[in-house]
């Protein structure tokens, strides 16, 4: 799964790929390196971001989802918002990845149709602002696996049936290395206890520092290279999908993993 930031703030490339025209070739050119879905998201999920109101959001990201279907891409929307979501897939997405797996918005449990995939993301809280005034309080992986299970049971059942659940590296769990890692390690762990498959997104994120030993400033190449290391360690464990900003590079590990 390969990442469009359709925003000015997201904490990578915010405000790369804001332009519509600028984010429609950043997308082909993920698709072209490899990647299986493009997810497009037109509000930044970091605690410095500015909110977004769902007019906005629709604005950013529709005219790029509908340039990405046209051009016979398989594309999600990364959203919390209901009316964000059925905007989307309006336009002709055919996922909605939701970090808040239904917390922010409850209207998000009426609004995927049959035959559109959801993605339930772990956090904790009513709000990003929430999330992230505890964010490193410690928390296991089977306690992310219940919470999972017990947002899904809210979902309708044909939701429930194709959903995919992510555990949220990072929301809500910091830059903690034993924690994310912890949850990395234990994906197929994670699959078995929600009978879902996994999402797993460490791209860039800050735990990849501490996880690494990384520098705090750290450039985008060395996070993009940690960033493999913790997909092929998802992979190991039993995730079945990896969403990433560089796509090239973890489609190359993959191959040679695979062989």
């Known amino acids: 799964m390969g990442v469009v930031n359709v925003t ?31 997810d497009v998201g037109g509000e930044a999920t970091n605690p410095r971001a500015a909110p977004v109101s769902a007019a906005d959001e629709i604005r950013r990201v529709v005219p790029v989802i509908e340039a990405l279907v046209a051009a016979g891409a398989n594309v999600s929307v ?9 905007a989307a ?24 149709p049959d035959g559109i995939s959801y993605i339930c993301g772990h956090l904790r809280g009513a709000t990003l602002a929430e999330v992230f005034h505890d964010e490193n309080r410690p928390i296991t992986w089977d306690a992310v696996a219940r919470e999972l299970a017990t947002r899904l049971v809210t979902f309708p059942p044909h939701v429930r049936a194709t959903a995919w659940v992510d555990p949220g590296l990072g929301f809500g769990k910091g830059a903690d290395a034993t924690t994310n890692v912890e949850l990395i390690r234990h994906a197929g762990a994670l699959a078995r206890a929600t009978g879902r498959p996994v999402a797993i997104g460490p791209s860039r994120k800050r735990f990849l520092r501490r996880w690494q030993q990384l ?6 190449a060395a996070l993009d290279r940690a960033t493999v290391d913790a997909c092929i360690e998802a992979v190991a464990a039993g995730a079945k999908m990896l969403r990433v900003h560089n796509v090239a590079l973890l489609r190359t590990a993959l191959t040679a993993y695979n062989q």
């Open 8 to 38: 000015p703030d997201s904490f990578s490339d915010g405000g790369r790929y804001l332009a519509a025209d600028t984010a429609i070739a950043h997308g082909l050119a993920l698709a072209a390196a490899g990647a299986d879905v493009l």
């Open 78 to 86: 990364d959203t919390t918002k209901a009316a964000v979501a059925t």
């Open 89 to 112: 897939i309006a336009a002709g997405a055919r996922w909605v990845n939701d970090v808040s797996g239904g917390l922010f918005d409850p209207g998000m449990n009426a609004a995927i």
């Open 215 to 220: 520098p705090e400033d750290a450039d985008e």
